[in-house]
């Protein structure tokens, strides 16, 4: 019987964070650049027209959307992109030959994105906190929302990756998916602002839970109970992680 | 204990046109220490036939272990006694040489490594190419670190998929050179190549396959001399007579085979009496693609 690899599942997930931090200024300040470019010319204009929780200014409130947008699109982006690009140039080859399990293959590729993803978060708020006030009322749920998000994502950027085989289709997925459903999901608004009709199909959005959830702790005020919030991302990534574990356990379009 | 076994392999393909059958109920087994040729034209299961070893493809049928492990049943511990060149030249282009080393050593669970990793680079002619990025290399040298990389977790048996394709003379001694060492030393060698001479001078025992079938097996010295064993090699601008049917024309060169002196004798008697003009005619040895050629057309046939 083999022992766990885990020495192995470190080397790769190790790897993975190697692999975007040598493109840090496209992996990383990139994305932060564009949420501070959001940050400015949304702020500038709505400041003084839009008022979502009592209290807080409207750049206030869009800087934690901000936030996580970004932890969200480059967690899927990490893993999506890692693996389209080994699927490509063919160098999977030297992962698929080795004793990795199943399990290795997916907290490597899931835990570096969380990596890549929160990395990219802490960027932009840092670079955003300037603007307005900071709030942190309820900070557990700003960890426990960031890490179950960018480990959501993560998982169905791997799930694109083992899916895909050209680059246009991992882009596909996150222009005409991944992006909608974060921008739908009330980055830049609170839903309840929204006609009876969009709110109700807001709540059929699970990126909605993970945006609201996450805010609550900057503010301590939310849309829905964080704890519905908790369930309903905690069950999806549930449900993506043991889609993408069977995938790979299966080796899915990547062992013929 | 051998080293590899191949059990009843057989893979079948969804096709365009209804099934594939890339592997035909393939059986041999590679003993330990053995370097051993896997030869065959193009399509006929060769590279199917690693992937499967490999675990980069699965059998429809059939069984295979290394080192006494089931390549499914008990992965990890078939991969931990396999290292294997791939055929396409492939890197991952955000890593440097010694990088790349050190994290495919990782995956197999081996962290501090760099004594052995030193040795494979000086061995493999890339000593002062540790610190270059994979993509500034050439790609001979590409190719060297592929070599080193299926060494990294020193594995007892070595899978070469047509090594020195498109590969210079100096990489080819340098490659075989290493390799050779390797054998010595108890590393079981599976090659699969284009260059006859290469496994004729290599390779102690030879399978071919042929549309996913062994076709022959056997030491390398029996094949050669098991079959036709003479070679009459001679130029030409006449149509040759049907004696000739199954030469082999390369321009004016025709090469004709026979198995002992008598038979020499006729092929001469016939070319003439046909008035056959010939010049520079050689007569010698068979060598391993004469015995190739000849077992691919009797299949054919």
Redesign the interface.
């Known amino acids: 019987m083999?022992a766990v690899?885990?020495?192995?599942a470190?080397?790769?997930f190790?790897?993975e964070i190697?692999?975007f931090w040598?493109?840090s200024v496209q992996t990383v300040a990139a994305p932060v650049l564009t949420a501070m470019l959001y940050l400015l010319i949304f702020g500038h204009v709505l400041e003084d027209r839009v008022q979502v929780f009592a209290g807080i200014g409207y750049t206030s409130f869009l800087v934690p959307g901000l936030v996580m947008m970004s932890v969200l699109q480059n967690a899927y982006a990490n893993s999506s992109s890692s693996l389209i690009q080994?699927k490509v140039?063919?160098?999977l080859?030297?992962?698929?030959?080795?004793?990795?399990?199943h399990w290795a293959w997916f907290a490597a590729y899931v835990g570096a994105s969380v990596v890549r993803g929160l990395a990219v978060g802490l960027g932009v708020f840092a670079v955003t906190v300037w603007f307005a006030p900071a709030h942190f009322v309820e900070p557990w749920w700003i960890i426990v929302f960031s890490v179950l998000g960018a480990g959501m994502l993560g998982t169905l950027g791997l799930i694109a990756g083992l899916w895909a085989e050209k680059f246009d289709q991992t882009a596909a997925f996150q222009n005409f998916l991944i992006m909608p459903m974060t921008f739908l999901s009330g980055v830049f608004y609170s839903v309840h602002s929204l006609p009876a009709f969009w709110q109700g199909l807001s709540h059929l959005n699970p990126f909605f839970y993970m945006i609201d959830g996450f805010r609550r702790g900057f503010f301590g005020a939310s849309d829905v109970s964080p704890w519905l919030s908790l369930a309903v991302v905690g069950t999806s990534f549930v449900v993506v992680s043991a889609v993408a574990l069977r995938l790979l356990a299966t080796?899915y379009k990547i062992?013929? | 204990m051998p080293a590899v076994v191949f059990e009843e392999v057989a893979k079948t393909y969804p096709g365009a046109r209804g099934e594939v059958r890339a592997l035909d109920g393939v059986s041999f087994a590679i003993d330990e220490g053995e370097f051993f040729g896997l030869l065959g034209p193009n399509g006929a299961g060769k590279t199917t036939l690693i992937s499967i070893l490999a675990g980069l493809a699965r059998a429809t049928r059939g069984r295979v272990n290394v080192m006494g492990h089931d390549v499914v049943a008990d992965y990890a511990a078939a991969r931990r006694s396999l290292g294997i060149v791939p055929q396409e030249l492939v890197f991952d282009p955000f890593f440097s040489v010694r990088e790349c080393l050190r994290i495919q050593s990782g995956y197999f669970g081996i962290y501090r490594n760099d004594a052995w990793i030193d040795e494979l680079l000086a061995g493999l002619g890339l000593a002062d190419k540790a610190g270059t990025n994979m993509r500034q290399l050439s790609g001979g040298m590409k190719r060297r670190v592929l070599v080193a990389q299926a060494l990294v977790h020193k594995p007892p048996v070595i899978v070469l998929d047509e090594p020195t394709a498109g590969v210079d003379v100096e990489l080819r001694q340098t490659l075989w050179g290493f390799i050779a060492g390797l054998n010595k030393q108890g590393h079981t060698v599976l090659l699969t190549t284009h260059y006859l001479e290469e496994a004729e001078a290599l390779c102690g025992r030879i399978a071919m396959l042929k549309q996913g079938r062994v076709v022959a097996l056997d030491r390398t010295a029996n094949l050669l001399a098991g079959t036709a064993s003479t070679m009459l090699r001679f130029k030409t601008d006449d149509a040759l007579p049907a004696l000739a049917a199954h030469a082999r024309v390369t321009g004016r060169v025709a090469q004709v085979t026979a198995h002992d002196a008598a038979e020499v004798e006729t092929i001469l008697g016939q070319l003439r009496r046909a008035g056959v003009r010939i010049e520079d005619l050689e007569i010698g040895r068979a060598d391993l693609e004469d015995v190739f050629l000849e077992i691919m057309q009797k299949e054919s046939a």
């Not at chain 1, 690899?5 to 192995?8: H, I, P, T």
């Open positions: 083999n690899n885990l020495a192995g470190r080397t790769l190790y790897k190697l692999r040598k493109v080994s140039t063919g160098n080859v030297f992962l698929l030959v080795a004793p990795l399990s080796g062992r013929t």
